[in-house]
Structures are given as structure tokens and as C-alpha cells.
């Protein structure tokens, strides 16, 4: 949820301008996810027949395996509408694609595009060529340009086969792994303290040795990225600008959510605000750094340091020291932009994450953002998480307090949502769904 939490900011820090009957995207596409989820199967099924052949024995079973697990997660995730068909979308990442593939034979022809209604700015490529790009890097980057360089580096980790060379590591390296597991039952007494050393020591190997492959692959689909990317007709700069923008992406914090904010929304006519909802739980008793960690963060981290990859880049390509401004994005670029800002509080209730449906709105309405819109999005929230409060199944949707890994501010949002008794949460949840509230936000 911390990096979810990061997200925020990038929406706080853009602008936008849709008006307040703005409708969020209709994922009535059947037909489309039918076709898509048909051809999908088939070449699934395709790759899988490829992989026996190729590889045989136990190690060809378990490729099989994997791949077979992954295509029936993704066809559920497909069933479950976490990707949307929309034509806008598709055209601008399909025109960007085609400028990418200019003087570089080696993007394949038969790519086929995905929307996730996810709020990261992310994206990645399939085995079978499709790629899927999150609507938070349109929240995210400035231009077009910038969002290519994001598919380029895909395209590098696409070509080289990288998913491929990771599934035949996990599973070569389960078979060392067994190997060693098995001698230590035995050469060591099952109650003895060195034989749980030395599992955590396989667990710990293991892990380092994942990361730094993965530290490896980055680094790789980086340069071969970017060589695609500057045989393309984009500025060579937004490259890296792009890179930069992940960079402020995973370093920035939240920003804070002020108290006068709680004052303003839940100060309804039939419920007054109470000052012992925002009491805070006193953690000052409990000793964080009692136990020791057993695992270097920086070790095990999936991504290497964005400033060593932007660094490795400049060093290979010297013409990447150059600092440039950032291109004017299209008007279709910016209307997109808008959208995927718009979809923020969609994607937030339809991946269920209630509680930080209701942050991120409030952070929104506290700067007299969309009211109407926002305020009809915030009752939807508290809707579901009073069911989830009259469930019993409350966690599910809002997280605990984490004072190591949680701004203060979001601290303070939970305290605030845990003081409140199952009559209060729906006092709001009816309040922000009422004719009444929607009148005031006109």
C-alpha cells in the first residue's frame, strides 16, 4: 500500500480539466475481451507445446507449468474487466509503436495493446507480444515521447527475451535449491540450530541472487531500449526525461491531508464532527528496532537505483548528457491525460482498495477539485467499506496503522477511519449518496 500512496502525488501534481459530467469509462465490451481472451488462449497454448519441445524433461514440465498458472491468472484478471478496450487509448500507443518501429526491424509487427485500469505508472510485455500499459504512466509522464521511451524499454526486455531467461533461472534454480535442501536433512539434525541457518541462507542466496538478475535485465532492456528509441524520430532527451519522472515517482512522499479537511467534509447536518475521531493510537511503547534485519533492502530491491540506471545510460551514450527540455505534448496526449485522471477513483473502487479510494478523493476535494464528481465517488467508498464494517471483514479494504512504513498524514487518515462506529460510516456513506449532497457541490 506505500507505493500505492506514492501514486497520489502524481495526481496532485497535474492539472485537470473535465468538466463534472464526466462518466467513467464503459467497460461493456464483451465482444472485444472475447476475442482478445480467444487469441490470447490460442497462442498461450502455442507457447506452451513450443517450450516442451524445446526444453525436455522435468525442465520443459515446469516452464510448462508456470507459463500454463500465468495464462489462466491473466485470463481471469481480462474476466474480471482490469483492462479496458478503448479505442483512444489503443490509437495513440499504436501510432507510438509504429514510430518506434522505424529503422528498427527488430519490433515485431504483431503487438497488441492493453489498457489496465491501474493507477501505477507502469507497463510490460507478454510472452506472446502483448503489452499492457497501466493508465497511471498517462497520469505520469509529460508527452507521448516520454511514454515511448517506457514502451521502448519493453520492447528491449521483448526482443531479448528476458521473462523467458527468468522462468528458466527459477527453475534451474529450483532444482540447486531442492539439491541443497535435501543434503541438509541430511548432514544435520533436524533439531539442531544450524540446520535453520542454513534454509534461511538458501532463502537469503536466493533472493540476493533473484535481485541482482533482475538489477541485470533493467539494465539491459535499458540500452536496447534506448537505441530503439533514438533510431525513432522522438527528441533522444525524453528518454531520459522519462526515466527521471519514474525517479520522482518513487522518491516523492504523499502530501499531507489537512485537519480542517475532516472538518469540512464530515460536519454533516444530521452527524457533527467529533474532535475523538482524529485521536491517535500511542505507539511510542513499541520497540520497531527490536529485531534485527536478516535481509539487505537494498539487496533484494526489484528495480536498481533509478539514478545508477539514468547514470549507466549518459556513460554509454554520451549524447544523453545534454540536458533538453521536455516536448509539448499533443492535444490528444492531453486529453488522454485528463481521462486516465478522471479514472483515478474507478480504478481505485474497482481494484477494491476502499479506504484509499476515500484518501485520494479527500486529497482532491481539498483542493476544491471536480466536488461534484468527488464527493459522489467518496459515498460509493464509505458504502462498501460500512459493508466491510458490518462484515467483520474490514482489513480487507483498510490498512493498519504502519508507523514505520506510512506519512503522517495517511497515519492520521486511519486512525481517523478506525474511530468511527458502523452508525457513523453510514451517516457519511448516505450523506455523500443523497440528491441533497450532489444540490451543494452544484
Known sequence: ??????????????????SQTYKAIDTADYLQRKEFLKNFTTNN???????????????????????????????NQVKNKDFVFKSEFDIVIKSLVE???????????????????DNTPNAYCLADGTFVINMGLYNWMDNEAQLAGVISHELGHKIEEHTLKSVLNIVEQNKIDK???????????????????????????????????????EMQADSLGYVIFKNSDFKKSEFVNGLQKIQTFDTIS?????????????DLPKQAFK???????????????????????????????MVHRIER?????????????????????????KMARMEILPN?????????????????????????????????????????RKNYNLNRYLDRIEPKNQSESYQQFLNFMWNLSLDEIKNISDYYQTNETVAKSK
Open 313 to 337: 545510460l549518459k556513460k554509454v551514450f554520451p549524447e544523453l548528457n545534454t540536458s533538453a527540455d521536455t516536448e509539448k505534448p499533443s492535444d490528444a496526449y492531453l486529453a488522454l491525460k
Open 254 to 266: 504523499p502530501r499531507e491531508l489537512k485537519i480542517e479537511t475532516y472538518k469540512k467534509l464530515f
Open 179 to 217: 539439491s541443497t535442501v535435501q543434503n541438509i536433512k541430511e548432514t544435520t539434525d533436524r533439531r539442531s540450530q544450524g540446520r535453520n541457518e542454513k534454509a534461511f541462507d538458501i532463502l537469503k542466496n536466493r533472493i540476493y541472487k533473484k535481485s541482482i538478475e533482475k538489477r541485470q535485465l
Open 99 to 117: 514510430r518506434l518501429r522505424k529503422n528498427n526491424p527488430k519490433v515485431s509487427r504483431d503487438l497488441k495493446i492493453l489498457i489496465a485500469k
Open 275 to 305: 474532535e475523538k475521531w482524529m485521536k491517535k493510537e500511542d505507539f511510542s511503547l513499541y520497540n520497531y528496532n527490536f529485531y534485527k534485519e536478516k535481509l539487505n533492502k537494498d539487496s533484494v530491491a526489484s528495480h536498481p537505483e
Open 45 to 75: 497454448e502455442n507457447l506452451i507445446k513450443g517450450l516442451r519441445a524445446q526444453y525436455s524433461g522435468r525442465t520443459g514440465s515446469e516452464m510448462s507449468k508456470m507459463y500454463k498458472e500465468f495464462g489462466t491468472e491473466f485470463e
Open 348 to 388: 481505485y473502487f474497482h481494484s477494491e482498495d476502499y479506504g484509499l479510494g476515500i484518501y485520494v478523493a479527500m486529497q482532491f476535494l481539498q483542493d476544491g477539485e471536480e466536488e461534484k464528481y468527488y464527493k459522489d465517488w467518496l459515498g460509493k467508498c464509505f458504502s462498501k467499506i460500512y459493508e466491510a
Open 1 to 18: 500500500m506505500t507505493r500505492k500512496l506514492i501514486v497520489l502525488m502524481c495526481f496532485l501534481l497535474s492539472v485537470a480539466g473535465i
